[in-house]
């Protein structure tokens, strides 16, 4: 075994703990090239697509990467921005809004950065600057609040695949849902009140969550069971009943019968039960992407007034919000506890001086 080389790395160095913030990841930029590229790496995880891997491998560069990476392009031109891709730079200012509030209590002792599972900023270039930088104990939070095989177990996977190419590993927790936090469900209803009080309700408030095939679930995955509790505990922070919301499921791809009811199915089926106004949150996204400005924001829009809808509204993703900010900062500061770094430096700058008396 060949271990990494710590080139940062001194003995003299402080301790440090490591705070990162994971996401599924972006093409570097909105062409039929970067996304074959970006695509060929999320779809090659066989956490993502369990299919037999000979089979798949024929599939995915026989047929997908010819066709795909084409029509996804066009897509994500249509919510790329000037600074580039929107869950990148979201996940930029999370990220530097996280840092400034945990530095304010923990100082130079903490270290917060992000990575992205696939594309850039990769997980084992990040992490291992990190741990090059000093950090001794190292809390990884993917910000998936709903715990998914396809995608929370797929960080791990990548953590771990890094750890058994260092010599010297953290102490380490791995934060694998918070679906059910109340911090996280306080911040989701309060976003879905602000909007409220902006525009009023509609008719129905739809939660639609990212879809994964229905064998992940009868498998022994929990996401659908996690979606669900975030619906309900939501609703009744929000104080609607079973009539006034429903819970679905996007973002499916293929012949395969994925976890229902389908988004769409639903927008274009509400309007001839009497439904003409929705307002459609996101809870599973915690930022703003292509599944949420263009798929919900736009496609979906068009289904349900094609349909005889009169009002769609999309309430954003949590994104950078102070609320959002604040939840994920509680429950980053509840997997610290019993990590005593600020002591331990104490202590070793008084043996330290000790030491030197005695020179």
Not at 120 to 148: F, H, W
Not at 302 to 324: Q, S, T, V
Request: net charge positive.
């Amino acid at each position: 075994m060949k271990y990494i080389n710590s080139t940062g790395f001194t003995h003299k160095q402080n301790d440090k703990i490591g705070v990162l913030i994971t996401n599924l990841g972006t093409p570097d930029e909105p062409t039929p090239k970067a996304l074959k590229r970006y695509l060929k790496q999320f779809l090659s995880d066989p956490r993502v697509v369990e299919v037999p891997k000979l089979i798949w491998w024929t599939v995915l560069n026989g047929i997908i990467l010819n066709i795909r990476p084409r029509r996804s392009a066009k897509a994500y031109r249509t919510v790329w921005t000037n600074e580039g891709s929107p869950l990148l730079t979201i996940t930029q200012q999370q990220t530097a809004a996280l840092r400034l509030k945990l530095i304010e209590k923990y100082g130079d002792n903490i270290v917060v950065d992000f990575a992205m599972r696939y594309g850039s900023p990769a997980i084992d270039v990040v992490t291992n600057k990190m741990l090059d930088q000093g950090v001794r104990k190292l809390i990884v939070l993917p910000l998936y609040p709903q715990y998914c095989a396809s995608t929370t177990g797929s960080t791990f996977d990548a953590i771990a695949s890094l750890f058994t190419r260092r010599r010297w590993l953290p102490d380490f927790r791995f934060i694998n849902a918070y679906h059910d936090h109340p911090s996280y469900i306080e911040a989701l209803a309060t976003s879905v009140r602000q909007h409220w009080e902006k525009h009023g309700k509609a008719d129905k408030l739809i939660f639609s969550f990212h879809g994964i095939p229905k064998r992940y679930l009868t498998n022994g995955d929990p996401y659908f069971c996690h979606c669900h509790k975030t619906s309900r505990l939501l609703a009744a922070s929000l104080g609607i009943n079973e009539q006034q919301y429903e819970t679905t499921f996007q973002s499916r791809f293929g012949r395969e019968e994925w976890l229902q009811p389908y988004t769409d199915f639903r927008l274009k089926a509400l309007p001839g039960e009497g439904i003409k106004s929705i307002q459609v949150v996101c809870p599973g996204f915690s930022a703003d992407c292509l599944e949420t400005l263009e798929e919900i924001a736009v496609e979906n829009r068009d289904y349900f007034m094609e349909a005889g809808g009169k009002r769609y509204e999309y309430i954003p993703a949590l994104n950078a919000h102070a609320n959002h900010i604040a939840a994920l900062t509680t429950i980053i500061e509840q997997n610290i506890q019993g990590w005593r770094i600020d002591n331990e430096l104490s202590l070793r700058s008084e043996l330290s001086k000790k030491h030197g008396a005695t020179q």
